[in-house]
């Protein structure tokens, strides 16, 4: 289902910071240099960056944001001691790297792609505004919800078809997509089938954020009859398969988010039935 990997991922290596630049309290922008990552990281692939610190021996995942040329960026938010050092990386700098790894979104299909994301969640999403963006066949609406500050509008808005972001204020995703299903004349059928107004392209939902966010995205999502991708945030120690600490229950078995994932079908996830 999901996109075909690269087998090849070159070792670990640095990568010269480009640009740091704090969006808004404790969310950084960080463009770093490395043409393979910038060339071949397919949305929902992600990247270890690793601190300098060798106390701090587990590398620290990001989703890559966009890619221009061979410079790729990341959004993060400062959580941590990885994150705090990372956030202090000037341009010149050095931070190791290794990527991209991990399955990406399946944007094979000509459909109209919904792209539910929010709080740090909204990167992967935005890479893969970036990628339809040149898909002909194929459109992006952008559902991003935030705490506050609106701080990746302006990066999804250079790729998406149409944009919508709400916070805190005046609700969540889930009223996003609802206005979304009121405008476009679809309706919740009883038995989970979708009315589309109009028929057409199939819609696919894409989404990243808060597990609870995901949860409830996929049942909004069960309920008119949509399928949902989406990639997960699980703690890692490798990020490469070897250290099983990622696990993730399926209807295909216990997988590694890292590796299997960390795209998956929502209706593969055990223990996401609940409705919202
Ligand atoms: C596939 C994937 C993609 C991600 N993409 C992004 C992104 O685009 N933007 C963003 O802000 N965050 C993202 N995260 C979460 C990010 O990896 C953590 O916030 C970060 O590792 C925290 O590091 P720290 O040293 O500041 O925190 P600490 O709490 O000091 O970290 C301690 C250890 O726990 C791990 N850890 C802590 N929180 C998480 C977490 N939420 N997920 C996985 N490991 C964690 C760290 O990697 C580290 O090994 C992603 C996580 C995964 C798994
Ligand atoms: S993070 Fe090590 S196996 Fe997934």
């Not at 194929?138 to 509008?153: C, E, I, K, P, Q």
């Not at 250290?243 to 209706?267: E, M, S, W, Y």
């Amino acid at each position: 289902m999901s996109e075909f990997t690269p087998t090849y991922v070159p070792s670990r290596r640095p990568a010269r910071v480009v640009e740091c630049q704090e969006l808004t309290d404790g969310v950084v922008r960080l463009a770093l240099r490395d043409s393979y990552i910038a060339r071949h990281a397919k949305p929902a692939q992600f990247v270890n960056l690793y601190t300098k610190n060798a106390q701090r021996l587990s590398p620290r995942p990001f989703g890559v944001c966009e890619v221009d040329g061979d410079v790729f960026t990341l959004m993060f938010a400062v959580v941590g001691k990885g994150t705090e050092e990372f956030r202090h990386l000037r341009p010149g700098d050095t931070v190791d790297v290794l990527g991209p790894l991990g399955h990406g979104f399946n944007l094979r299909e000509d459909a109209d792609y919904l792209l539910v994301g929010g709080g740090l969640g909204v990167p992967p999403l935005i890479r893969a505004a970036q990628e339809l963006s040149g898909h002909e066949g194929s459109t992006s609406t952008v559902l991003f919800g935030y705490r506050n500050v609106h701080f990746a509008d302006a990066y999804a808005s250079r790729y998406a078809t149409q944009l919508q972001s709400i916070d805190e204020s005046e609700g969540n995703v889930i009223t996003l997509l609802d206005r979304w299903a009121s405008q476009h004349g679809v309706a919740a059928d009883a038995d989970g089938a979708l009315r589309p107004a109009a028929q057409g392209r199939r819609t696919v939902i894409l989404t990243c954020g808060p597990l609870g966010m995901m949860k409830a995205v996929s049942a909004w999502a069960r309920e008119h009859g949509l399928t949902v991708q989406a990639s997960l945030e699980a703690r890692m120690g490798c990020g490469f398969g070897t250290c099983v600490v990622c696990t993730v229950h399926t209807t295909r078995g216990i997988l590694k988010t890292c590796v299997d994932g960390p795209v998956f079908d929502t209706a593969q996830l055990e223990g996401w039935e609940a409705a919202r």
